[in-house]
């Protein structure tokens, strides 16, 4: 288990389900959730949230905008 | 132990959504380029601190309603005819910012003349020119762009040369003329090209700024919906299929 | 700079009364019989004195759509073309009236259809006054029937299509646009700054301080209910034109007895031939409309009431002949003559018509 470097904050109400975050994080740590969304969608979550290094790769891939990073200063 | 909320301050926010970019939920399918493109746009207009100053020309096609996403004045153009728009506004405000943003059907098959005469002049503004060789508003038609054998609703069984023409590479075009001073090639399918398309689009409005010329950011692009593809899938063609044709990389940088 | 009378042709007029009246851009592409317009505007260089913009564009769709960016802006944007070139605007011209641009259009008109004649016709009535493009729109259209008049209507022109955020069409010919006479040139205005345009156009996309929302120039509304209600709106500013802004001019209209509808070109032949009738005791007025939408039906109607005929006379196979009947709703009958392709009618074969149709007939 790695130490909590980065966490995401997605807003899951205008999230699409894409999964582009999901193929973009280097360390898996996003999956698609098994609840929709108001709109039918399955959206991103942290899965798998001690491995977030707060990279920002799944924001910046993220269509709609609706991922935050945060990430704690060295 | 360090908890999640911890971290989740405002002292530790590293990747947020810009106050350019508005709180309108795009129309747009899932995965699809446009919401890339329009959100690094948006980054670039806040980061060069010129949202006051610049004036977007919209397309018809999927960006038609770019105008509800991204807080600057704008025009939405009749389809194809966005470089001759943004000419009307830039040469009697040659102190704005001007860009169009236009899909391929609207750059490289309907406005084919006005795209090419307003880079020809060297206008100077900025052409974002979104490359997804299909129509998504329409239904996933047959573009301009439509590589050999891929299939579209105008061509089921693939774009076959004989019948349909051949795929139009409109930058390599836009790169012969002298009026434009930058012709690049990107795509927005991993974070570092997001981040390289956005050097690209910086670059292109400081071009404008230094009256240059024009300046056009090509973005290779998916449309996951026209192309009958998951999100994840139509990346993984779009690799292996459209970037053999379409080489990434810059034409010309003066 | 005072009043300032000069020999000119009609299409010259147009350019200098273009710059004086502080026009901020001009874009074209020739065509015959108006490609003056721009050689004026263009010898004259008026980016070093008013800092007006002049650009040849690739093609009239081209022109057209940098007067929708340039009019969108807040800025005095005009183009002018001659009948094929204006059905290529006809696109541009519905984008600009559904989202309210300002601007001016002038058409020299010539003969048609199809790639025609160069000799001056007026048979763009129809396309001029009933929309042109596709949608329910009016453009408000002037008919100039003089070199003076050409130079006036840039500046009526204008204020109209600033009035009610519409395009306005100056609907000449090949007669007027070639013509020399002698001018009187509206005094010299300055364009104005950026901060009137905030000032009077406040819609106008000057780039989005933070104190507004963003301006947006654009005719698309998807719902159903938001563009049945936009379609309310514009026909309810086309109303008022039709309240407010009629223009028409009569000659010897009190007694006549037999009554000429005719406009621009055609309506100087025609008081020749009032003239003419009248030296021979035939009671003959004219009505010279100088709008054509909003078109003075209410004068016509009123006229019908007291006259026995009416001859329409264009040169056109009939067209605004449609709109005097609407007028006189049956009242009296309503007569066309024209001459097509490029012929103009003299005076005395229009008083033969006027014979056979309205006295005869």
Redesign the interface.
């Known amino acids: 288990m790695g130490k909590i470097r980065g966490a995401i904050v997605v807003d899951t109400a205008k999230c699409k389900g894409c999964s582009l975050c999901v193929e973009a994080c280097p360390t898996k740590v996003i999956e698609l959730s098994r609840e929709v969304n108001a709109k039918g969608f399955h959206f991103a979550y942290m899965a798998q949230p001690q491995e977030c290094t707060g990279c920002t790769n799944c924001a910046t891939v993220c269509p709609d905008s609706c991922i935050t990073v945060y990430r704690l200063k060295p | 132990m360090l908890e999640i909320n911890d971290i989740i301050k405002p002292e530790n926010l590293v990747y947020g959504k810009t106050p350019v970019l508005t709180d309108s939920v795009m129309h747009y399918c899932p995965g699809c380029s446009h919401g890339v493109v329009h959100k690094i746009l948006a980054q670039v207009i806040e980061e060069m601190g010129i949202q006051e100053q610049t004036i977007g020309v919209a397309p018809v096609g999927c960006a038609v309603f770019a105008y509800n996403y991204i807080d600057i004045d704008w025009h939405e153009a009749a389809h194809g005819r966005a470089p001759a728009v943004a000419t009307g506004i830039k040469r009697l405000l040659p102190e704005k910012m001007v860009f169009t943003y236009q899909g391929d059907g609207d750059l490289a098959a309907i406005g084919t003349a006005e795209t090419i005469h307003a880079c020809n002049r060297g206008e100077n503004i900025v052409i974002i020119f979104i490359n997804n060789g299909i129509y998504g508003m329409t239904g996933g038609q047959m573009a301009p762009t439509t590589i050999e054998g891929m299939p579209a609703s105008t061509c089921p069984f693939g774009r076959t040369p004989e019948r349909d023409g051949y795929p139009l590479k409109m930058s390599e075009i836009l790169a012969t003329l002298p009026g434009t001073c930058y012709v690049t090639r990107q795509a927005v399918h991993t974070a570092a090209h997001v981040r390289k398309t956005k050097k690209a689009l910086v670059k292109a409005f400081e071009n404008q700024k230094m009256r240059k010329g024009t300046s056009i950011v090509e973005v290779v692009s998916t449309c996951s919906s026209g192309w009958k593809m998951t999100p994840v899938n139509a990346n993984k063609w779009m690799v292996d299929n459209m970037f053999p044709f379409y080489k990434l990389g810059d034409l010309k940088n003066e | 700079m005072g009043e300032d009378i000069k020999l000119m042709k009609g299409n010259e007029a147009i350019a200098e009364a273009a710059i004086r009246i502080g026009v901020?851009?001009y874009?074209g592409y020739p065509i015959t019989p108006q490609s003056e317009v721009m050689e004026t505007l263009m010898a004259k260089q008026p980016w070093d004195t008013t800092g007006m913009?002049v650009?040849q564009?690739?093609?009239e769709?081209?022109?057209i759509?940098?007067?929708?960016?340039?009019?969108?802006?807040g800025?005095k944007?005009m183009t002018s073309s001659s009948s094929p070139g204006i059905s290529l605007m006809q696109?541009?011209l519905t984008?600009l009236a559904g989202?309210e641009v300002p601007c001016l259009v002038v058409n020299v008109v010539r003969g048609g259809p199809g790639l025609g004649t160069i000799q001056p016709a007026q048979s763009d009535y129809f396309q001029a006054v009933k929309g042109g493009g596709h949608g329910d729109y009016s453009l408000i259209v002037l008919a100039p029937a003089s070199v003076q008049e050409m130079a006036d209507h840039v500046k009526l022109g204008f204020d109209l299509a600033f009035k009610y955020r519409n395009p306005v069409m100056i609907l000449s010919d090949g007669v007027i646009g070639q013509m020399m006479e002698k001018v009187v040139l509206p005094s010299a205005k300055s364009r104005w700054t950026e901060e009137e345009i905030k000032e009077l156009n406040p819609w106008a996309?000057?780039?989005?301080?933070?104190t507004r929302e963003?301006?947006?120039?654009?005719?698309?509304k998807l719902q159903s209910d938001e563009m049945e209600e936009h379609n309310h709106k514009l026909q309810a500013k086309y109303q008022r034109m039709k309240e407010e802004e009629v223009l028409f001019e009569e000659f010897n209209c009190a007694d006549a007895q037999y009554l000429i509808v005719a406009y621009g070109s055609s309506s100087r032949v025609c008081q020749k031939t009032v003239e003419i009738a009248r030296d021979k005791g035939i009671k003959l007025g004219l009505l010279r409309p100088i709008t054509l939408f909003p078109f003075p039906s209410d004068r016509i109607y009123e006229l019908a009431q007291q006259v026995k005929g009416i001859l329409s006379v264009e040169m056109s196979a009939g067209q605004m002949v449609e709109d005097v009947r609407l007028s006189v709703n049956g009242k009296v009958p309503v007569y066309h003559y024209g001459r097509l392709g490029g012929m103009v009618p003299s005076p005395s074969e229009v008083l033969k018509a006027v014979d056979e149709k309205l006295i005869g007939g």
């Open positions: 901020d851009g874009f913009v650009l564009a690739e093609s769709i081209a022109s759509n940098m007067l929708y960016g340039g009019g969108g802006c800025k944007v696109e541009g984008y989202a996309t000057l780039g989005k301080p933070k963003r301006n947006v120039i654009t005719s698309l």
